[in-house]
């Protein structure tokens, strides 16, 4: 049974509190170290520079709220929103004592709702997240709101690689060995099997930039990363 006949923000809630004590390293081990770099291609994509002002949605245990923070420097301001707290304790922790906390702001906070006047950063960004939002193109829409014009909203997010052979070993690795590797992880089945099911559930990448566009973002475009496992689209208030 498809988890969106039920409550899937309560669902997706459940899940991440579940996981948020080894979401950093499992992420790590199951990307083969890969995301690192992927949170940095799309931090960069926004544009932020020096001083400027970020809003990292749906931000988790603040992994690309922090790369945002090294683009904004001392003299910029970077919020990390978040609707579980457990996933915001977590980034935190990360944050204590480094030279970027002055810098970063966590919010518990809905992405649907977000405690924010129109055009208040300088960009938004959604790291691995779109696909566990309720609805899309609201979820677009409102990012939009809280940038100014001119501004960048930028996700990164799994996608559907389709090089024939990569493709059917990618699935199997995906449908099979994670879930496996994050039940061993965390000491529970079903957190891990959402990753391949959310997956399966999300439109392409080509049907994702149409939603950039929907939700009223100028040139919207996308770029895949590693043969296509993932994308960052980006979009222009």
Same mark, same amino acid.
């Given at each position: 049974?498809?988890?969106?006949?039920?409550?899937?923000?309560?669902?997706?809630?459940g899940?991440?509190?579940?996981?948020?004590?080894?979401?950093?390293?499992?992420?790590?081990?199951?990307?083969?170290?890969?995301?690192?770099?992927?949170?940095?291609?799309?931090?960069?994509?926004?544009?932020?520079?020096?001083?400027?002002?970020?809003?990292?949605?749906?931000?988790?245990?603040?992994?690309?709220?922090?790369?945002?923070?090294?683009?904004?420097?001392?003299?910029?301001?970077?919020?990390?929103?978040?609707?579980?707290?457990?996933?915001?304790?977590?980034a935190?922790?990360?944050?204590?004592?480094?030279?970027?906390?002055?810098? $970063?702001?966590?919010?518990?906070?809905?992405?649907?709702?977000?405690?924010?006047?129109?055009?208040?950063?300088?960009?938004?960004?959604?790291?691995?997240?779109?696909?566990?939002?309720?609805?899309?193109?609201?979820?677009?829409?409102?990012?939009?709101?809280? $940038?100014?014009?001119?501004?960048?909203?930028?996700?990164?997010?799994?996608?559907?690689?389709?090089?024939?052979?990569?493709?059917?070993?990618?699935?199997?690795?995906?449908?099979?060995?994670?879930?496996l $590797?994050?039940?061993?992880?965390?000491?529970?089945?079903?957190?891990?099997?959402?990753?391949?099911?959310?997956?399966?559930?999300?439109?392409?990448?080509?049907?994702?930039?149409?939603?950039?566009?929907?939700?009223?973002?100028?040139?919207?475009?996308?770029?895949?990363?590693?043969?296509?496992?993932?994308? $960052?689209?980006?979009g222009?208030?």
């Amino acid at each position: 049974m498809s988890v969106l006949s039920n409550d899937k923000e309560k669902y997706v809630h459940g899940v991440f509190t579940a996981i948020a004590h080894r979401y950093d390293l499992l992420n790590t081990l199951l990307s083969l170290n890969l995301d690192r770099y992927w949170r940095r291609y799309a931090a960069v994509r926004t544009g932020l520079g020096k001083g400027g002002r970020a809003l990292d949605a749906c931000c988790g245990t603040g992994m690309l709220t922090l790369e945002l923070a090294k683009l904004a420097g001392s003299a910029g301001k970077v919020v990390g929103a978040d609707f579980c707290r457990p996933m915001l304790d977590r980034a935190a922790a990360k944050l204590a004592g480094t030279a970027y906390q002055p810098v $970063v702001e966590l919010v518990e906070a809905n992405v649907l709702s977000l405690p924010y006047a129109d055009d208040s950063f300088d960009c938004a960004t959604i790291g691995f997240a779109l696909r566990n939002v309720p609805d899309i193109t609201a979820t677009l829409a409102e990012l939009r709101r809280v $940038v100014r014009p001119g501004g960048r909203v930028v996700s990164l997010d799994l996608a559907k690689p389709e090089t024939p052979g990569f493709k059917q070993l990618y699935y199997l690795y995906f449908e099979r060995l994670v879930p496996l $590797v994050g039940k061993l992880g965390v000491g529970a089945d079903g957190p891990y099997r959402w990753l391949p099911e959310s997956l399966r559930q999300f439109p392409h990448q080509a049907d994702i930039r149409e939603m950039f566009a929907a939700a009223g973002l100028n040139q919207a475009a996308y770029q895949e990363l590693t043969g296509g496992i993932v994308a $960052v689209h980006v979009g222009v208030k």
